[in-house]
């Protein structure tokens, strides 16, 4: 079974301070990893990817790989209230198909 | 211009009952997914379709089938409908470009309840 864990939190940050969301997977064989944030009631939309080992920054967000220890994370920088949502890790593995993680929900207190 | 769209938003039916979620990408993408999320939030892949294949989820009951009558179009049928069926079905679909940078891009969900 490939599975990809997250905790389920909630992370609770306050507004200004850094969010760190964090991912492990099972398949050693994962190709490209993504985060997606899912506002309740409505559907994911993706964040970033990353498919390198190491930082890739993107604006207040940076996802970290780690293929090594199968450890892929998300940094919010300057964390919003309007960040305040689930966010899913999801593993593209051999079938081109996304195993999501259950998500970790994020609530950034003003 | 709704990239992915799906309908209805939300359906309620009968134990029993057969039912139908369409969904539509003007995307111009290869594949088409369907997904489970249930109350926990945990999002699952049911079914994975290009116009080469179909890559069913093994722990998908046969009550469940996907219908694509051209490269746009992913229908979700389901038979029988059980209580345990309940959930949001989300469509997506993505450019078949190999492992890289396969962004799946997701409808608006369809809050099934099964009563």
């Known amino acids: 079974q490939k599975e990809v864990e997250q905790n389920s939190g909630p992370l609770s940050v306050p507004e200004g301070a850094i969010a760190s969301l964090n991912c492990t997977y099972s398949?050693?064989?994962?190709?490209?990893f993504f985060w997606y944030r899912q506002y309740s009631g409505k559907s994911p939309e993706l964040i970033m990817f990353?498919?390198?080992?190491g930082d890739k920054e993107d604006g207040r967000f940076t996802a970290q790989l780690n293929k090594a220890s199968q450890y892929v994370s998300l940094l919010i920088r300057d964390s919003q209230p309007s960040d305040s949502a689930t966010y899913l890790c999801a593993v593209n593995n051999a079938g081109n198909m996304l195993t999501f993680g259950g998500g970790t929900r994020l609530m950034v207190k003003p | 211009d709704t990239a992915v769209s799906q309908t209805p938003k939300y359906l309620v039916t009968q134990m029993g009952n057969d039912k139908s979620i369409k969904c539509e990408q003007n995307l111009g993408h290869d594949t088409m997914y369907w997904y489970k999320q249930d109350s926990k939030k945990f999002l699952k892949i049911m079914f994975s379709?290009?116009?080469?294949?179909?890559?069913i989820n093994e722990t998908v009951p046969n009550r469940f089938s996907p219908k694509s009558p051209d490269k746009a179009h992913l229908n979700l049928h389901i038979n029988s409908l059980e209580l345990g069926d309940s959930a949001v079905y989300f469509c997506?679909?993505?450019?078949?470009?190999?492992?890289?940078?396969?962004?799946?891009?997701f409808g608006q969900g369809t809050r099934l309840t099964v009563v």
């Open positions: 997506a679909s993505s450019q078949d470009g190999g492992n890289m940078n396969t962004e799946a891009f």
């Open positions: 398949d050693r064989g994962s190709q490209s």
């Open positions: 990353i498919y390198s080992n």
């Open positions: 379709y290009n116009n080469k294949e179909l890559i």
